[in-house]
């Protein structure tokens, strides 16, 4: 067994110095049949550690249920960073911000009325207890002084930008050490002096987030930091695109600049991020300034290793750097391979039963327990209903309105719009999506669905009633368009989805849900993982809710992520 402990100056393996060289991969962004591929490619730009998050939320959607399935299997993945000869670090949060879905925090636990989040609350601090437990029976007998690979395990996240609760703190460490993690204990801020100090304790190690400027970082990083390694926990080597904006990128060379600039001075680095991955399914975040953005299905992020697990150019420059400090493999992986092209025709999907009960009134997602992404409200229009104003407190995210079967227009929160004029008739339905929750700040756990009062010319009709509406049973749902189609392959293979032409919805692959689609950009490509596909036989599920249906289906050789914006 080995030991590994934080020195005066350096990190101590086995009592001798070692600079960690790591790379963020979160396995809950990568298909599990692709965790081992994504691994070899770390060590082979010259790696020493992985990095990961782990996602409360993916692993406990529903109270109680807790799995460790469907590629959430943490335990597996440690042990496969293992085998190819590297560490571990790992960040279980609680709160992971991460432009993912609620920062990671479950919606059932952030709908508790009256909650207090991340800070000292009795219900608040009980859930976080059993959940951190959880985690750690997985982490604590794979630490590296226990035979393991785990060298570092972080508390909270960023915390200095949110709280300054150091009592929610202590009690984060004492569940961490109570659970039998013996490892260091980090925490990481951006290198200003206000979150540095709020965002720590004695004994546990300060480390920084930032992607430039590296002699300045540190040196605030070290005044509040006398002893120790020094290091960069979140190198940003690029970063997150949302809905309507553009791909983001960075300049590899002066990303590799940048990163030399760090190692120069001697620090510890994990890059952020190595691998980005995907937002599967529908787990992407948001963010909320003033404008609600929420964030793409790519998770691509410019980084050393694209979405599908291919080296770009900054992974070749970060190698040359690395490679300058610490010995890399002989071995590169091979260059990108062109995806076949093909196109698939599409057809009206049979109705499907639907099993979702209504209830009554008018609830959001929470008092509904719908873990989906839509929900459908429906009234009666008045007597003899001639036309007129519908309003609504705030829509979130999206609204379809139908007026007797028939669509008429809809509301968006990224567009603050709140009124919408209706036609004359007798049966109004309203469908809303979920977009996509806020990760970030004082948003953090918000209710969806429609929010505050609800009236047609001022009057709030009585009769509401609220239906969850599951994709798995979309095509019974008369306010979307749902194709399928079939198509072969010789071998399981990557895939690029191209979306260009179609409006807005998901796509299902066999029964995996790839994620959203958007005509609203920059995105327009979705990937598809090879583990997805099979020889033979493949569907492909497409639910559109902005348009009439695609009736074909187009796979492309590369992806396309919008115009670039450096």
Same mark, same amino acid.
């Given at each position: 067994m080995s030991t590994f402990a934080i020195g005066d100056?350096?990190?101590?393996?086995?009592?001798?110095?070692?600079?960690?060289?790591?790379?963020? =991969?979160?396995?809950?962004?990568?298909?599990?049949? #692709?965790?081992?591929?994504?691994?070899? &490619?770390? *060590?082979? %730009?010259?790696?020493?550690?992985?990095?990961?998050y782990v996602a409360w939320n993916a692993h406990e959607p529903v109270e109680g249920q807790w799995s460790e399935s469907d590629g959430l299997d943490l335990g597996r993945f440690l042990d496969l960073v293992a085998a190819e000869g590297m560490h571990a670090i790992v960040r279980p949060g609680p709160y992971i911000c991460a432009e993912w879905h609620n920062g990671g925090l479950p919606t059932w636990l952030t709908a508790i009325p009256g909650i207090r989040l991340r800070r000292t609350d009795a219900v608040y601090q009980a859930a976080l207890e059993t959940y951190l437990r959880r985690v750690y029976r997985t982490v604590a007998p794979r630490q590296i002084d226990?035979?393991?690979?785990?060298?570092?395990?972080?508390?909270?996240n960023e915390y200095g930008a949110y709280g300054s609760d150091k009592e929610y703190l202590a009690e984060l460490v004492r569940v961490t050490r109570d659970s039998g993690i013996t490892v260091p204990l980090t925490t990481v801020d951006q290198p200003e002096d206000d979150m540095l100090?709020?965002?720590?304790?004695?004994?546990?190690?300060? @480390?920084?987030?930032?992607?430039?400027?590296?002699?300045? *970082? =540190?040196?605030?990083?070290?005044?509040?930091?006398? $002893?120790g390694p020094l290091m960069c926990s979140e190198f940003w080597d690029g970063w997150f695109d949302w809905w309507g904006g553009q791909h983001h990128t960075t300049d590899a060379a002066t990303a590799a600049r940048e990163l030399d600039d760090?190692?120069?001075?001697?620090?510890?680095?994990?890059?952020? %991020?190595?691998?980005?991955?995907?937002?599967?399914? $529908?787990?992407?975040?948001?963010? #909320? &300034?003033?404008?609600?953005?929420?964030?793409?299905?790519?998770?691509?992020?410019?980084?050393?290793?694209? /979405?599908?697990?291919?080296?770009?150019? &900054?992974?070749?420059?970060?190698?040359?750097?690395?490679? &300058?400090?610490?010995?890399?493999?002989?071995?590169?992986?091979?260059?990108?391979a062109r995806r076949p092209e093909f196109t698939v025709d599409?057809?009206?999907?049979?109705?499907?039963?639907?099993?979702?009960?209504?209830?009554?009134?008018i609830a959001t997602f929470e008092e509904a327990r719908h873990t989906g992404t839509l929900l459908r409200y429906e009234c009666s229009l008045p007597d003899r209903f001639a036309g007129g104003v =519908? /309003?609504?407190? /705030?829509?979130?995210?999206?609204?379809?309105?139908?007026? #007797?079967?028939?669509?008429?227009?809809?509301?968006?929160?990224?567009?603050?719009?709140?009124?919408?004029?209706?036609?004359?008739?007798?049966?109004l339905s309203i469908l809303v999506e979920e977009q996509?929750?806020?990760?970030? #700040?004082?948003?953090?756990?918000?209710?969806?669905?429609?929010?505050?009062?609800?009236?047609?010319?001022?009057?709030?009709?009585?009769?509401?009633?609220? @239906?969850?509406?599951?994709?798995?049973?979309?095509?019974?749902?008369?306010?979307?368009?749902?194709?399928?189609?079939d198509f072969d392959l010789d071998a399981p293979t990557d895939l690029f989805l191209d979306t260009n032409g179609w409006g807005k919805g998901y796509v299902f692959v066999g029964d995996f849900l790839l994620g959203r689609y958007w005509s609203n950009g920059p995105q327009r490509t979705l990937y598809v993982p090879a583990p997805v596909t099979r020889a033979g036989r493949n569907t492909i599920t497409v639910i559109e809710l902005d348009q009439p249906r695609p009736v074909t289906a187009r796979f492309v050789a590369t992806a396309e992520l919008g115009p670039l914006h450096e």
């Open positions: 100056r350096d990190f101590l393996l086995d009592g001798r110095p070692h600079r960690v060289i790591s790379g963020a =991969l979160h396995y809950f962004r990568v298909h599990p049949g #692709d965790w081992a591929d994504r691994i070899r &490619k770390a *060590r082979l %730009m010259g790696l020493n550690t992985i990095e990961t226990r035979g393991g690979n785990v060298i570092l395990v972080q508390i909270e100090s709020a965002g720590s304790l004695p004994g546990l190690h300060l @480390t920084g987030s930032f992607g430039s400027r590296a002699q300045e *970082r =540190l040196a605030t990083l070290r005044a509040h930091q006398p $002893t760090l190692l120069a001075a001697g620090a510890s680095v994990n890059i952020y %991020m190595f691998h980005g991955g995907t937002n599967f399914g $529908t787990t992407n975040g948001a963010n #909320d &300034k003033g404008r609600y953005l929420p964030i793409t299905t790519s998770y691509d992020y410019d980084a050393p290793l694209d /979405e599908a697990g291919d080296p770009t150019e &900054k992974f070749h420059a970060f190698r040359e750097v690395i490679a &300058k400090y610490s010995p890399v493999p002989a071995e590169t992986p091979a260059a990108a599409l057809a009206a999907a049979g109705a499907a039963s639907a099993s979702s009960a209504a209830r009554a009134g =519908l /309003e609504v407190g /705030e829509i979130r995210d999206q609204a379809w309105v139908s007026v #007797d079967g028939i669509r008429v227009g809809s509301l968006s929160r990224t567009r603050h719009e709140h009124a919408l004029r209706l036609p004359a008739g007798r049966h996509g929750r806020v990760n970030y #700040d004082d948003r953090l756990g918000e209710a969806k669905g429609l929010i505050g009062p609800v009236t047609v010319d001022g009057i709030e009709p009585s009769d509401w009633r609220t @239906t969850p509406v599951l994709l798995a049973e979309a095509a019974a749902a008369r306010e979307v368009f749902v194709s399928e189609g």
